[in-house]
């Protein structure tokens, strides 16, 4: 059986965002909802906000469109230890956030929903982002590193 997500319109994800009572009134149950942010991976559509509440705690996700955004640049976490560690960190400094399952998430509460989904949408726009300016900044600062140490590719 498979769980529906209810739509919501953007501008009430706005208001959720910016903590509207009557949206997060919506979270103090049961809910799933899903709803287009106003922002867009480059050149395939909208990111989707995916929130998965029990009443008690809200679960902010991209439905797993991140990473499958990456790795349609070519750029896969599972092969690429730099962006792997970049998107880690990018994680890390969000305090409820993780990756699992192909998704990334942020863990919340329904009163914390001003804060958190703000929060989450920029981290998902960062990580977005690392096919431009963060990952090249990592390649130059290894490339950099591999030079001070002393460090090349064996010639065979």
Avoid: C
């Avoid at 998430?105 to 431009?132: C, K, N, S």
Wanted: charge should be negative; avoid cysteine; aromatic fraction near 8%.
């Amino acid at each position: 059986m498979t769980l529906e997500f209810q739509r919501l319109q953007t501008a009430d994800l706005l208001a959720l965002a910016d903590g509207d009572p009557a949206q997060v009134d919506r979270l103090r149950r049961t809910a799933r909802l899903v709803g287009a942010a106003p922002f867009e991976y480059p050149a395939q559509g909208p990111i989707l906000v995916f929130l998965t509440s029990d009443g008690d705690r809200v679960r902010i996700s991209e439905g797993g469109r991140a990473l499958k955004f990456l790795e349609s640049q070519g750029m896969d976490l599972g092969l690429d230890a730099v962006l792997g560690k970049t998107v880690f960190h990018a994680l890390k400094d969000v305090e409820g956030a993780a990756a699992g399952n192909g998704r990334i998430y942020l863990d919340t509460t329904p009163d914390a929903m001003r804060g958190a989904l703000w929060r989450f949408l920029q981290m998902v726009i960062e990580i977005v982002g690392l096919r431009h300016s963060k990952y090249k900044d990592a390649l130059e600062q290894l490339a950099r590193t591999e030079e001070s140490v002393g460090l090349h590719w064996d010639e065979r």
